[in-house]
């Protein structure tokens, strides 16, 4: 619980600030989320559909600990700091690249 109301009180916070036009442009967003591994990218897809590291890394047939060490890799390759500001980034830049897919 100590880690959960600090995460949804930042994504609250950044909805507030994508609704007032401040966030990241959605181009850096997707430059971004194509510097991720093909590793980093599965494990954040697994993470927001909600998987916990052990069940991902038993899915993956790697270690738990190796599926934290990629996840915290991936945040730091976005900026991001929680599972829900994953979630959202993830979201925006689906439908960005759904309705752009030349990109």
């Known amino acids: 619980m100590e880690k959960f109301l600090p995460a949804v009180a930042r994504a609250l916070e950044n909805d507030r ?3 007032e036009g401040i ?3 959605i181009r850096e967003e997707v430059k ?3 510097s991720l591994s093909e590793r980093e990218e599965k494990i954040c897809r697994l ?3 909600g998987f916990v590291s052990r069940a991902i890394g038993e899915r993956l047939e790697i270690s ?3 599926v934290e060490h990629y996840r915290g890799s991936a945040l ?3 900026g991001l700091h929680s599972s829900a ?3 959202q980034f993830f979201a925006r830049v689906d439908a ?3 309705a752009n897919p030349e990109r």
């Open 17 to 19: 600030l994508r609704r």
């Open 47 to 49: 993470t927001i559909q």
């Open 32 to 34: 971004l989320f194509q």
């Open 96 to 98: 960005f690249l759904a």
């Open 76 to 78: 730091k390759k976005l």
């Open 64 to 66: 738990h600990r190796t």
């Open 85 to 87: 500001d994953l979630a």
């Open 23 to 25: 966030s990241r442009d």
